[in-house]
């Protein structure tokens, strides 16, 4: 039987670097499209870069250039964090808003969510247009999205595309890491409180770390949260009975 915590021993193995994209730039996030044909990447130029991975077998960057919308100084500044949803393509950084993109090329910018100070993590819900925001504002937002007009055409002008907020949780500190289990039933929070918690507007458990929490993510089958973060270890817990069952340790902070 495998390990109760969901870790395998797979003895020893080999990393072989297939793709190398240089970006000229520290590369802050990325993330795939629902179908795994492209993926997102942001660097510190402030641009966003889209990568066809299925054309050719040479992956190639077809899209690269800044974000401009209705922002603070008409940038999104440095973009930390994408979520890439079925409808929309959201995005946040310093620039104290998320843009939500078109998920054609030119992918330009159908809807800006003001006010939302640094955002460092994004996450949508499952298949839906529930997008959770995470704000070193010291909250995490609930957001549904909403489009007026014809859906199957994302790129058409007579198109309005509106945000209502659903629900805003306060914490003391930055929110760091934010993510819905697979079924959309819990949302796990890492704040910088040295805990990680998971609510969706009322709070289950939290878990007290030494040291911020970076990341959370959830396994497919929604059975195991991780949880990485300065205490320099993944911990592993079970999300039927909410106990840590495993640490990984590393020699350094775990940010994703």
């Avoid at 899209?63 to 959201?90: E, F, L």
């Avoid at 055409?153 to 930055?174: A, C, D, F, G, M």
């Avoid at 059975?223 to 590393?250: M, P, Q």
Wanted: charged share 20%; proline share 4%.
């Amino acid at each position: 039987l495998p390990p109760r915590d969901g870790s395998y021993q797979l003895g020893k193995s080999r990393t072989v670097i297939v793709h190398e994209i240089n970006r000229g730039n520290w590369t802050w996030c990325t993330a795939w499209s629902p179908d795994g044909a492209y993926l997102a990447v942001a660097t510190e130029n402030h641009h966003l870069a889209v990568v066809d991975t299925t054309s050719s077998t040479v992956w190639r960057v077809r899209h690269d250039r800044k974000v401009r919308g209705p922002m603070q100084k008409n940038s999104t500044h440095s973009i930390r964090s994408i979520a890439w949803g079925n409808k929309y393509i959201a995005i946040g950084g310093t620039g104290n808003a998320v843009s939500l993109l078109s998920p054609l090329e030119p992918y330009q910018v159908l809807h800006t969510i003001p006010g939302t100070g640094f955002v460092g993590s994004l996450n949508w819900r499952g298949d839906s247009n529930v997008l959770a925001i995470g704000s070193r504002l010291d909250f995490a937002m609930i957001v549904r999205i909403r489009t007026i007009g014809d859906e199957d055409t994302p790129t058409q002008s007579n198109k309005r595309v509106e945000s209502e907020i659903l629900h805003q949780i306060e914490y003391k500190y930055w929110v760091n890491s934010i993510a819905f289990s697979p079924d959309g039933s819990c949302l796990a929070v890492g704040d910088y409180e040295e805990s990680d918690t998971k609510a969706e507007t009322n709070m289950i458990t939290w878990f007290k770390r030494k040291g911020g929490l970076l990341s959370v993510d959830w396994s497919p089958d929604g059975k195991w949260l991780y949880a990485g973060g300065e205490d320099r270890s993944v911990t592993v817990i079970d999300s039927t009975y909410w106990e840590i069952v495993h640490r990984i340790g590393r020699d350094r902070w775990v940010q994703c």
